[in-house]
């Protein structure tokens, strides 16, 4: 009799040890719960260009709120909330500041609620306003819920049938005609329960009852199965261990809970849980696209199966393993071994096999950036020269923002205005922000100069978080309906000492605005080309930025490591405007085609009379320009080069202008850049070119000394 005893204490023991340690898990995983969504695949629908910076964006939002995708058609958009590819879609308005969420009605209403709470919340903070749509399918909202009462309850039967066989019969059948009883009962209580379920109005799913009941019940004999191998190995105390191991995994469901609204790791592995696959399947079926049932039903296939397999192998090795059983037989030894290493093959090529359907589902992958600010800080009187706009630049006081700087890359929006984009810039001591930015950025209207802000008053790409900055280098505009698209190619500088000339180039970026007509400059996102690298033999790609026949052509400069030579050599990359941030679609000229690998890019212009690191190339009528110092930054003669098409052959037109620096007295002067689209007069261009000073203490003492200067000067014939 002790024995017996014994073991029955050795099982309430177990199972409150089992218990115990899943509710400690339970609690620890759900404390976090309610603080928004977490990780929720959420799709942004604009331009490409757009909408992949902006994806990138709300991923990398505090607390991982999204996994964010995104696409340029706004029907895809629709179409995969619809289908369930993403739980909601935020198609931007670019033109104006009114965006639209799309949510889906047949899901979690808590859920839904949440995304646009955050999603909202983002957008205020933004300057910009959400509409919200439900796309509902016809008798299916609120199904999600519908969906968790049912599956909850076909849970029930299959756990509870098999708890009260095993109270009546014990854990384990006598006997192999005893085992097959006890699965066809299952089998035929799960079917009918799902059925009975799915008639009574109070519990009935829309869609195809058929598929509903099936599925119902496969869930029902899946949870039985599994309770019945479990107990082939461990007998009652498997009941334990499969219930309170039920009662952690099923989190979501008996909470009631999105596993979107719970903290990791349950927005990634619900859907590969047999609880979570249950209720996808049954999602898809009811107010989802059917095709997001195929894998979830596999998986419980396959979770059937090996229960099943299971099953079978545990009672014949455990009837081998009791020689009072059969005489005959010779004893197993380790019994439940056996039976796991047979199992674990089979479980591991099931789950590869469902892993690898294929699903037509699109993964989920920001909402626009933070706004920015613009206030006239100078009255721009109409001008007619270069002298004048010379004067207005000497003259401009009206802003602590903005002393002095250089680059001044400009391009003309639709809506008349300039935009100039600037490097180092000087802000008064009487600014409130930062004195020193890496870049910024101004538009030059007909009647109001004014410097564009954001929110934090410093530069408007702001610095990477371990301090590397972004100085531009040219910039080009894609008109669209309604707003412009300005991309601005900058080079990442990393300081390496105290004065203005101590610091490094790293490497190439891309930033993207959309500037709505008439309206204030937003910053979208900005992406890092390549590694960090100080090797100036690397392409410093976007030093120009040239558009032409759909095409944004970005040239590279590149200056020999080994110092050989001062001047810089070109060459040539093109990509669609819009697939600008991915650099896998970017391609390369090799003399003779465009080749996807950037090492077989050849020079168009070559180093031994080599161009500045930053340049202009654009093309008039039927010529393209190269516009640059002659042998780098350190000459002193403005030259162009002229070529054919984008690619060359560049042709050296001579010096048009000499821009000397002066040694006396610590002025130097550097990156000459064309303005194509300002005043124009035939036969002449309007260029700039940078001024600053070795000793920094006169720049600080006077600013305008560090402003960019134009000039006139002639076109090659």
């Given at each position: 009799?002790?024995?017996?005893?014994?073991?029955?204490?050795?099982?309430?023991?177990?199972?409150?040890?089992?218990?115990?340690?899943?509710?400690?898990?339970?609690?620890?995983?759900?404390?976090?719960?309610?603080?928004?969504?977490?990780?929720?695949?959420?799709?942004?629908?604009?331009?490409?260009?757009?909408?992949?910076?902006?994806?990138?964006?709300?991923?990398?939002?505090?607390?991982?709120?999204?996994?964010?995708?995104?696409?340029?058609?706004?029907?895809?958009?629709?179409?995969?909330?619809?289908?369930?590819?993403?739980?909601?879609?935020?198609?931007?308005?670019?033109?104006?500041?009114?965006?639209?969420?799309?949510?889906?009605?047949?899901?979690?209403?808590?859920?839904?609620?949440?995304?646009?709470?955050?999603?909202?919340?983002?957008?205020?903070?933004?300057?910009?306003?959400?509409?919200?749509?439900?796309?509902?399918?016809?008798?299916?909202?609120?199904?999600?819920?519908?969906?968790?009462?049912?599956?909850?309850?076909?849970?029930?039967?299959?756990?509870?049938?098999?708890?009260?066989?095993?109270?009546?019969?014990?854990?384990?059948?006598?006997?192999?005609?005893?085992?097959?009883?006890?699965?066809?009962?299952?089998?035929?209580?799960?079917?009918?329960?799902?059925?009975?379920?799915?008639?009574?109005?109070?519990?009935?799913?829309?869609?195809?009852?058929?598929?509903?009941?099936?599925?119902?019940?496969?869930?029902?004999?899946?949870?039985?199965?599994?309770?019945?191998?479990?107990?082939?190995?461990?007998?009652?105390?498997?009941?334990?261990?499969?219930?309170?191991?039920?009662?952690?995994?099923?989190?979501?469901?008996?909470?009631?809970?999105?596993?979107?609204?719970?903290?990791?790791?349950?927005?990634?592995?619900?859907?590969?849980?047999?609880?979570?696959?249950?209720?996808?399947?049954?999602?898809?079926?009811?107010?989802?696209?059917?095709?997001?049932?195929?894998?979830?039903?596999?998986?419980?296939?396959?979770?059937?199966?090996?229960?099943?397999?299971?099953?079978?192998?545990?009672?014949?090795l455990r009837r081998r393993a009791d020689p009072a059983t059969d005489p005959a037989d010779m004893p197993v030894r380790h019994w439940r071994l056996w039976v796991v290493g047979s199992i674990l093959p089979l479980a591991a090529a099931m789950a590869l096999v469902v892993a690898l359907v294929p699903t037509g589902a699109t993964g989920a992958r920001p909402v626009p950036s933070v706004a920015s600010q613009t206030t006239c800080i100078a009255d721009a009187a109409p001008t007619v020269s270069v002298d004048e706009l010379n004067q207005q630049i000497a003259t401009l006081q009206g802003s602590p923002a903005f002393r002095g700087a250089d680059v001044g890359a400009d391009v003309h929006l639709q809506d008349g205005r300039f935009l100039l984009v600037f490097g180092d810039t000087l802000r008064s001591s009487t600014f409130d922000g930062p004195r020193f930015v890496r870049n910024s950025m101004m538009l030059w209207d007909v009647d109001c100069v004014s410097v564009v802000l954001p929110p934090s008053k410093g530069a408007l790409i702001p610095d990477r978080l371990d301090g590397v900055g972004y100085w531009p280098m040219s910039s080009a505009v894609i008109h669209r309906p309604g707003y412009d698209l300005v991309l601005v190619s900058t080079q990442r500088v990393a300081t390496t000492g105290s004065g203005s000339f101590d610091f490094a180039n790293l490497g190439p970026s891309l930033a993207v605005f959309v500037v709505p007509v008439g309206e204030t400059p937003q910053l979208i996102g900005t992406k890092d080309f390549g590694r960090d690298d100080v090797n100036s033999a690397r392409p410093e790609w976007g030093a120009a930025l040239a558009l032409d026949d759909g095409w944004l052509y970005a040239y590279g400069t590149a200056r020999p490591a080994d110092g050989s030579t001062l001047g810089f050599s070109l060459r040539v990359a093109r990509v669609r405007p819009d697939d600008a941030l991915d650099q896998s679609k970017w391609r390369y000229w090799d003399g003779s085609s465009w080749h996807a690998d950037a090492d077989y890019a050849v020079d168009v212009i070559p180093a031994s009379v080599g161009v500045s690191q930053t340049l202009s190339v654009f093309h008039q009528d039927d010529r393209w320009y190269a516009v640059s110092k002659l042998g780098g930054d350190l000459g002193d003669q403005l030259a162009f080069w002229t070529a054919p098409g984008p690619t060359g052959p560049f042709t050296l037109a001579g010096p048009v202008a000499t821009l000397p620096s002066d040694p006396a007295s610590g002025e130097v002067t550097y990156m000459p850049l064309a303005h194509p689209e300002l005043l124009p007069l035939p036969g002449t261009m309007v260029v700039s070119y940078s001024r600053n000073n070795t000793d920094f203490s006169k720049i600080q003492a006077d600013p305008t000394l560090y402003r960019p200067t134009l000039i006139r000067v002639p076109m090659p014939e």
């Open positions: 009799m002790a024995g017996p005893r014994g073991a029955g204490r050795w099982t309430l023991l177990v199972c409150l040890g089992v218990a115990l340690v899943h509710v400690v898990v339970l609690v620890t995983l759900t404390a976090r719960s309610g603080d928004g969504p977490h990780q929720a695949p959420v799709l942004v629908a604009a331009p490409a260009v757009v909408a992949e910076a902006l994806a990138n964006e709300a991923s990398a939002f505090p607390g991982d709120p999204f996994d964010a995708d995104w696409t340029a058609d706004t029907d895809r958009a629709k179409e995969a909330v619809r289908d369930g590819d993403a739980v909601a879609s935020v198609v931007v308005d670019l033109p104006g500041t009114d965006d639209v969420v799309m949510v889906n009605g047949g899901a979690d209403p808590a859920l839904n609620d949440a995304l646009v709470e955050r999603i909202t919340s983002i957008e205020k903070s933004r300057g910009r306003t959400v509409e919200v749509r439900e796309l509902t399918r016809p008798g299916t909202a609120g199904a999600e819920d519908d969906i968790r009462t049912y599956v909850l309850l076909c849970g029930l039967l299959g756990f509870g049938f098999v708890l009260a066989v095993s109270m009546v019969r014990g854990p384990v059948a006598g006997s192999a005609t005893a085992g097959a009883r006890r699965l066809l009962a299952l089998a035929g209580v799960s079917v009918g329960g799902a059925t009975v379920l799915q008639l009574l109005p109070a519990v009935q799913l829309p869609g195809d009852s058929v598929s509903v009941v099936a599925i119902g019940a496969g869930y029902a004999f899946t949870l039985g199965a599994i309770t019945l191998a479990v107990e082939a190995l461990a007998g009652l105390v498997g009941l334990a261990i499969v219930a309170a191991t039920y009662f952690v995994l099923a989190t979501p469901l008996l909470t009631d809970t999105s596993p979107y609204l719970l903290p990791p790791p349950w927005p990634t592995v619900t859907p590969w849980l047999m609880t979570g696959a249950t209720q996808q399947a049954l999602a898809g079926v009811t107010y989802l696209d059917p095709s997001h049932a195929v894998r979830p039903v596999l998986e419980l296939a396959a979770i059937a199966l090996v229960a099943l397999v299971a099953v079978v192998i545990a009672w014949v």
